[in-house]
């Protein structure tokens, strides 16, 4: 599908949040209301996040005007992971353009686990979407520059703008997936054995871990999304990340693929996009509206944050932030039709 007909004026479809007050209130209420759920299970897969401390929970709401709203531990830091995927994605996005990424990684949700082997074979090679971790391999070896630093550096950077601040690497994150990333390395060997691979595979999936392993809190995720919900423009720092047209773009993505073969059930639950990751974090998008980042380690079965999950579907009601939720018309008398 193109987008060439430029000369033809966009109307977006946003609405607003509730009035401030009433958004700190509910927020609160959200953390209080699902602070003292136990269950789910830490990541251990991972060694280094196998250390977390399932109390931690954290509740972040920012506004595309900057207004921020939080409760509990939404300052304390952990690592990205795949939450990672869906900035990537916009970033290469704005460098190579969306017909070069539609074609070269696709945005079709693949139904199978993320590190699936039998989606790239069932597709001649072909990665179905950047949020899995094939796809998001490919999608990391998108990033321009004469060799891995730079590259490297375009990824960071484009993070951490993002974000509106620095993003730190976490190295003991870094070196802990780095030591049981077979399965990784071997999915990008395959992709390129399929001619798929713009750099060394191997290469791509040290970028990528690195990418998995910057550290952000709550907070950050809520202001990442709250870029993607304001066209593209940081909330806080008033800086252009992405242009608005790739912001729609990666939410299209996030709506259909962001949860993995959950996604389905998160849209039908929540309306809204989203992107989670082992560690915890979830990252949901209301365009036009604002951007809510939790953070909780336990996760449940399918490597959602339990609270997480609760905390979205709650605020989604109480703020609107479901896409598909809708109201008659006041003026609206007429009676159904049988």
Not at 17 to 37: K, S, Y
Not at 68 to 74: E, L, N, P, R, T
Request: net charge negative; aromatic share 6%; charged share 20%.
């Amino acid at each position: 599908m193109s987008h060439d007909a430029e000369d033809v004026e966009k109307i977006v479809s946003t609405g607003a949040l509730p009035g401030w007050h009433t958004v700190e209130h509910l927020v609160e209420t959200a953390h209080e209301t699902f602070a003292h759920v136990r269950d789910g299970e830490v990541a251990d897969y991972i060694p280094a996040l196998a250390e977390a401390d399932p109390d931690l929970f954290g509740v972040c709401v920012v506004e595309v005007d900057g207004s921020v709203h939080s409760a509990g531990d939404v300052e304390h830091r952990f690592s990205v992971q795949s939450i990672s995927k869906a900035f990537v994605f916009a970033l290469a996005c704005q460098e190579v353009g969306h017909e070069r990424v539609l074609e070269t990684i696709g945005v079709n949700n693949t139904g199978l686990s993320f590190s699936s082997v039998m989606a790239i074979e069932l597709n001649g090679g072909h990665p179905m979407n950047p949020m899995v971790n094939v796809g998001a391999i490919a999608t990391t070896a998108l990033a321009p520059g004469a060799d891995q630093d730079a590259r490297w550096g375009f990824v960071r950077d484009g993070l951490s703008r993002f974000a509106g601040r620095e993003l730190e690497l976490d190295e003991g994150v870094l070196a802990s997936e780095t030591e049981g990333n077979q399965r990784n390395q071997s999915l990008a060997l395959l992709l390129e054995s399929y001619g798929r691979m713009p750099v060394d595979a191997l290469e791509a999936v040290d970028t990528y871990t690195r990418q998995c392993s910057l550290l952000v809190d709550a907070r950050d995720l809520a202001v990442m999304g709250a870029t993607l919900a304001g066209g593209g423009v940081n909330p806080l720092t008033g800086a252009r990340v992405v242009d608005a047209q790739i912001a729609r773009d990666t939410l299209s993505v996030m709506a259909t693929a962001g949860m993995y073969e959950h996604s389905g059930e998160w849209l039908f639950e929540v309306g809204a996009p989203a992107k989670s990751g082992v560690s915890g974090g979830i990252v949901t998008i209301a365009p036009g509206k604002g951007g809510l980042g939790t953070f909780s380690p336990p996760l449940d079965s399918a490597g959602n944050s339990v609270r997480g999950r609760r905390v979205a579907a709650y605020l989604a009601d109480a703020l609107g932030l479901d896409l598909f939720a809708s109201a008659p018309p006041a003026t609206n008398t007429q009676t159904p039709v049988s």
